[in-house]
Each structure stands twice: as structure tokens, then as C-alpha cells.
């Protein structure tokens, strides 16, 4: 890498920091060099540059006890200064965080807007941020759930780390979360908390029993289950009382009602409130705590989602976001499914509580879903949280596409192959039958897959499978072609990420 040779040098004649990203943003000789990436500690330079098979740190001139504590190795040079190179690896990153403190994942209760980018192969945040660094949203660069850790075969310090240094790459010091995704235990909560994670999405969906109103015996034995001073002191609460919210909505609930929410959500809320009083409450820096009801089998109903949320207040658990199940279906990589009028009505009540208790609303699985974006945009006034994951991964499969035809032909095949047992995983509505067929689609037409749905939920939901896959010898099938790809295209890719998600931030008027 004799650029590096060259840019060091630039470093031994004094050039200051400003003077150093200039010369890596005009320069085509530096053109390997991020040119925001470029910082000072004390007497050492840092600045990463993009290899032939990844990014390295580059760490010139001794001056520093930073240098000594980067793991690497010693580059020759004849500059007069010491230089080591370092790899992007957990360990390094947490020295990194221990001397740009900007690094470092922060509670974003205050932000008004967050906008989660679950970036399932580490590789996308450096265009996250560059389409949210100027947008009314904050962004949440970390963010996985346990299912997805298994899937892609990663951990909760890769994943941190990887943020961390796409945002020394792009130098973004305004402040990024770390969102534990759909966490269910207190072993798994304590575990992201214990790795710097500063958010905790609590999944409650194993304490929540899938009821139907009619099923009076199932209703009648599970609420025999509830502690009887418990059943009393709800009665006391709800019963034959009006809640008027400060919007003006009014809120009840007959006797059939409230036992019936007292069946489906009341142990989901007791474990709230445990996890909240055992873990979020006493950790010790500030955690953004989201509580997810939304895996059920109906939609969540606006009294329902008050019962839940004036129990978490009156229990004293400070919620940042709530996440309801709405109406319709919000399925991964698509557009949504249902009533649109339907779900504005009902958007609408949801805001009015989430706005009475003071947090946001949480959308699941909110990639793609751009016809409701403009009433979620209107309605929330800039106060709400979006999650998205799959659709960063889609976007990723947009550049084999065009890049490597001949990769994503052997993935869609294996996609195909490999379909029930994703499903195990996800629910999705694709019918294969309406995917065209591969063997009769030219190199140009593979690019209109991702914008089929179908095509788009195939390979979605088998990103894990893909990723895992090994040959005959053991080997990566699929994994290591598909990171080579990317960083070789890493322009591309956040090109499109920057277009794509955009198009999310746009019609939710957060730009």
C-alpha cells in the first residue's frame, strides 16, 4: 500500500488534520483513504483506508499512548515516524472508544425521531449515516435480535464494534444507539446491557396468551391464573370508570373487556416491569427501554394498548417506545397489507396514547412499508421510531445483482431450495409460483427481482441460510464472496442505501 507511504509522509511534513482529509478527498493517489476518518490524539495520526480484502486503521508516529494499545503490526516507513496497522476487530474498537469517546453508543431519549438500520452484515453503516447524519432522525446503527445473531452467525460485540467504526470512518459525533432487538429473557437483556448496548427492545410475546373473545373457557381457567389481589386491585382500576386521554379520546372498559386484556397482557406487563425494576432501572448508564406487544395474533386495540401502557407508568417504568401490533399486516420487505382508511383511524388512537404517556410509537418491521408512511409521518409530528433491517440486507443483494449476476444466480437457487425451512422463521405471503423463472432471465433482467414481491421475501428470509451455507469442504458458499463483493463495491452499496432509505425518511417527513 504505498499510499499509505505517501499519506504518512504528508503527516511527517506537519500537515494538519484539515490539510490531510483535503489531500484524501482531492487526491486520486489517496483515493483508499476515508478521508473523515482522519483524526489526531496527542501526537498520533489515525485514519483508515480501504484494502484489496478490507479496511484497516492506520496509526502513525508513537506520540501517544494509543498507539501502544492498538493491537497490529509495524509497517515500514521511511517518514521517520513509527506506523502500525491495525484491524477492524472488536478489541481494537474498544480502544477506539476509549480515546474518541464519540465512538461510543449513547441513550437517545431525548431525540425526538430514531430510526433503526439493523445492518445484518456490518458492512452498511457508513451509508446509514450519511443519508440520517442531515435528517430529523437519529440513527440506532446497532441493532439485532438474538434470532438474527444466530442467523448470520454473528455477536453482540462484532455487531457493536462494526458500528463503532463506520462512525469513526465517517466521523459522526451527534450521537448513535445500540438497540438490543427483541430480547425475551433476563439473560439475554443483561448480556446486551453488559455489552454497552443502549437500548433494550423487550420482546414480551412469550408472557402473552393468544385468545380469541369468543373462547370464554380458555378466558374464564387463564384468569383463575391471575393472582385474585391482583384481579381485584384491575377491577378496582378499570371497571366502570372513563379515561380521557389529553387528546379528548375516551377510553373504557366493560367487564368482558377487561378480563379479556387481563388474560392476554397481564403477565406480559408483570414481566415488564420486572425486567425494567431488575435490570434497566439499576444499570448504570441511561438505557432507552422499548416494550414490544406486537407478536399476537390480532391487532392491538387502543384500550388494550392503554391498559398496557398506564400499568408501566403507575409501576414508575420510564418507556421511550411502545411497540403495538396495528392493523394490517406488516410483513418483511414489502409494502403494507390491509385497509389503509382503517389504519389511519386506528394509527391515530395509538398516537393519542403514546403522546398522553410521553414516548414513541415503535413500527416493526418497518421497512418498505411506504403507502402508510405518510399518515405515520403526519400523524407521530416527528416524535416516533422506525425499525428496519431486512430491506438494508435486499439492498445489499441489489449490488450482487449488478455486480456479480453470476453470485446472486447460485444464492436464488439456494434460496429456493432452502425456502421451508426460512419459513420456520418468518411469516411470509410469497407465492414462488409468481417469481419468474431465473433460468429464463437475462443479467439485465435479475435486477427487477428486488422490486418483485415475492422475489423480495425469498430472499429476505433466507439471508441466514445464505449466509451459513458451507460447500463439501467445509467451506463458506455463499458468505465470503458476497463480503468481497461489497467492499469492493462499498460505493454502491451506499448509493443505494442512501436512495432507499431515503425514500423511508422522506415520506415519514423526517428529512
Given at each position: 500500500?504505498?499510499?499509505?507511504?505517501?499519506?504518512?509522509?504528508?503527516?511527517?511534513?506537519?500537515?494538519?488534520?484539515?490539510?490531510?482529509?483535503?489531500?484524501?478527498?482531492?487526491?486520486?493517489?489517496?483515493?483508499?483513504?476515508?478521508?473523515?476518518?482522519?483524526?489526531?490524539?496527542?501526537?498520533?495520526?489515525?485514519?483508515?483506508?480501504?484494502?484489496?480484502?478490507?479496511?484497516?486503521?492506520?496509526?502513525?508516529?508513537?506520540?501517544?499512548?494509543?498507539?501502544?494499545?492498538?493491537?497490529?503490526?509495524?509497517?515500514?516507513?521511511?517518514?521517520?515516524?513509527?506506523?502500525?496497522?491495525?484491524?477492524?476487530?472488536?478489541?481494537?474498537?474498544?480502544?477506539?472508544?476509549?480515546?474518541?469517546?464519540?465512538?461510543?453508543?449513547?441513550?437517545?431519549?431525548?431525540?425526538?425521531a430514531?430510526?433503526?438500520?439493523?445492518?445484518?452484515?456490518?458492512?452498511?453503516?457508513?451509508?446509514?449515516?450519511?443519508?440520517?447524519?442531515?435528517?430529523?432522525?437519529?440513527?440506532?446503527?446497532?441493532?439485532?435480535?438474538?434470532?438474527?445473531?444466530?442467523?448470520?452467525?454473528?455477536?453482540?460485540p462484532?455487531?457493536?464494534?462494526?458500528?463503532v467504526?463506520?462512525?469513526?470512518?465517517?466521523?459522526?459525533?451527534?450521537?448513535?444507539?445500540?438497540?438490543?432487538?427483541?430480547?425475551?429473557?433476563p439473560?439475554?437483556?443483561?448480556?446486551?446491557?453488559?455489552?454497552?448496548?443502549?437500548?433494550?427492545?423487550?420482546?414480551?410475546?412469550?408472557?402473552?396468551?393468544?385468545?380469541?373473545?369468543?373462547?370464554?373457557?380458555?378466558?374464564?381457567?387463564?384468569?383463575?391464573?391471575?393472582?385474585?389481589?391482583?384481579?381485584?386491585?384491575?377491577?378496582?382500576?378499570?371497571?366502570?370508570?372513563?379515561?380521557?386521554?389529553?387528546s379528548g379520546?375516551?377510553?373504557?372498559?366493560?367487564?368482558?373487556?377487561?378480563?379479556?386484556?387481563?388474560?392476554?397482557?397481564?403477565?406480559?406487563?408483570?414481566?415488564?416491569?420486572?425486567?425494567?425494576?431488575?435490570?434497566?432501572?439499576?444499570?448504570?448508564?441511561?438505557?432507552?427501554?422499548?416494550?414490544?406487544?406486537?407478536?399476537?395474533?390480532?391487532?392491538?386495540?387502543?384500550?388494550?394498548?392503554?391498559?398496557?401502557?398506564?400499568?408501566?407508568?403507575?409501576?414508575?417504568?420510564?418507556?421511550?417506545?411502545?411497540?403495538?401490533?396495528?392493523?394490517?399486516?406488516?410483513?418483511?420487505?414489502?409494502?403494507?397489507?390491509?385497509?389503509?382508511?382503517?389504519?389511519?383511524?386506528?394509527?391515530?388512537?395509538?398516537?393519542?396514547?403514546?403522546?398522553?404517556?410521553?414516548?414513541?410509537?415503535?413500527?416493526?418491521?418497518?421497512?418498505?412499508?411506504?403507502?402508510?408512511?405518510?399518515?405515520?409521518?403526519?400523524?407521530?409530528?416527528?416524535?416516533?421510531?422506525?425499525?428496519?433491517?431486512?430491506?438494508?440486507?435486499?439492498?445489499?443483494?441489489?449490488?450482487?445483482?449488478?455486480?456479480?449476476?453470476?453470485?446472486?444466480?447460485?444464492?436464488?437457487?439456494?434460496?429456493?431450495?432452502?425456502?421451508?425451512?426460512?419459513?420456520?422463521?418468518?411469516?411470509?405471503?410469497?407465492?414462488?409460483?409468481?417469481?419468474?423463472?431465473?433460468?429464463?432471465?437475462?443479467?439485465?433482467?435479475?435486477?427487477?427481482?428486488?422490486n418483485?414481491?415475492?422475489?423480495?421475501?425469498?430472499?429476505?428470509?433466507?439471508?441466514?441460510?445464505i449466509?451459513?451455507?458451507?460447500?463439501?469442504?467445509?467451506?463458506?458458499?455463499?458468505r465470503?464472496?458476497?463480503?468481497?463483493?461489497?467492499?469492493?463495491?462499498?460505493?454502491?452499496?451506499?448509493e443505494?442505501?442512501?436512495?432507499?432509505?431515503?425514500?423511508?425518511?422522506?415520506?415519514?417527513?423526517?428529512?
Open positions: 500500500m504505498n499510499y499509505v507511504e505517501s499519506f504518512v509522509q504528508l503527516i511527517a511534513k506537519g500537515a494538519s488534520v484539515a490539510e490531510l482529509k483535503a489531500a484524501a478527498q482531492n487526491r486520486p493517489e489517496f483515493k483508499a483513504v476515508y478521508p473523515n476518518s482522519v483524526h489526531q490524539y496527542e501526537q498520533s495520526v489515525l485514519f483508515m483506508v480501504k484494502g484489496e480484502s478490507g479496511k484497516k486503521l492506520i496509526i502513525a508516529n508513537d506520540g501517544s499512548p494509543l498507539f501502544v494499545e492498538f493491537s497490529g503490526k509495524l509497517l515500514d516507513s521511511a517518514s521517520g515516524l513509527k506506523v502500525k496497522e491495525a484491524d477492524l476487530n472488536v478489541e481494537n474498537s474498544l480502544v477506539l472508544r476509549k480515546y474518541f469517546p464519540f465512538t461510543n453508543p449513547v441513550s437517545l431519549a431525548s431525540a425526538p430514531t430510526f433503526g438500520v439493523g445492518d445484518r452484515l456490518g458492512v452498511a453503516s457508513g451509508g446509514h449515516i450519511r443519508v440520517l447524519r442531515n435528517s430529523k432522525a437519529k440513527p440506532i446503527l446497532a441493532q439485532q435480535s438474538i434470532r438474527e445473531l444466530n442467523l448470520t452467525g454473528r455477536t453482540y462484532e455487531v457493536l464494534a462494526d458500528a467504526w463506520a462512525v469513526f470512518q465517517e466521523d459522526y459525533q451527534d450521537g448513535f444507539g445500540a438497540d438490543g432487538d427483541h430480547l425475551k429473557t439473560a439475554e437483556v443483561k448480556m446486551a446491557l453488559d455489552y454497552g448496548f443502549t437500548m433494550i427492545t423487550l420482546d414480551c410475546s412469550e408472557h402473552i396468551n393468544n385468545v380469541s373473545a369468543d373462547d370464554t373457557d380458555k378466558i374464564n381457567a387463564l384468569y383463575n391464573e391471575i393472582a385474585p389481589e391482583q384481579r381485584a386491585k384491575l377491577e378496582q382500576t378499570f371497571l366502570n370508570k372513563e379515561f380521557k386521554l389529553k379520546l375516551t377510553i373504557s372498559f366493560s367487564p368482558e373487556k377487561l378480563k379479556l386484556n387481563i388474560v392476554i397482557y397481564q403477565k406480559a406487563i408483570n414481566f415488564a416491569i420486572q425486567i425494567y425494576n431488575d435490570l434497566i432501572r439499576t444499570n448504570p448508564k441511561p438505557v432507552d427501554f422499548e416494550v414490544s406487544i406486537d407478536e399476537t395474533l390480532t391487532p392491538t386495540d387502543p384500550a388494550s394498548h392503554y391498559f398496557v401502557a398506564s400499568q408501566l407508568m403507575e409501576a414508575g417504568v420510564k418507556v421511550n417506545s411502545m411497540a403495538p401490533r396495528f392493523c394490517g399486516e406488516f410483513q418483511k420487505g414489502i409494502d403494507y397489507i390491509g385497509n389503509l382508511a382503517q389504519f389511519e383511524k386506528e394509527y391515530k388512537e395509538h398516537q393519542q396514547i403514546a403522546d398522553h404517556f410521553g414516548y414513541k410509537l415503535s413500527i416493526h418491521s418497518g421497512s418498505d412499508k411506504f403507502s402508510v408512511f405518510p399518515i405515520i409521518g403526519r400523524e407521530c409530528k416527528g416524535h416516533i421510531h422506525v425499525k428496519t433491517a431486512g430491506t438494508n440486507w435486499l439492498e445489499a443483494v441489489r449490488v450482487i445483482i449488478e455486480a456479480d449476476p453470476a453470485l446472486y444466480w447460485e444464492m436464488h437457487k439456494f434460496a429456493l431450495e432452502n425456502l421451508a425451512e426460512a419459513k420456520k422463521y418468518y411469516h411470509i405471503s410469497a407465492d414462488m409460483n409468481r417469481v419468474p423463472n431465473i433460468e429464463t432471465l437475462s443479467d439485465t433482467e435479475l435486477k427487477d427481482l428486488m418483485q414481491n415475492d422475489a423480495r421475501q425469498l430472499i429476505h428470509i433466507t439471508y441466514g441460510l449466509l451459513q451455507a458451507k460447500d463439501a469442504a467445509g467451506n463458506s458458499r455463499f465470503d464472496r458476497i463480503y468481497a463483493c461489497l467492499h469492493q463495491h462499498e460505493d454502491l452499496y451506499y443505494m442505501l442512501q436512495k432507499h432509505i431515503g425514500k423511508h425518511l422522506e415520506l415519514l417527513n423526517l428529512t
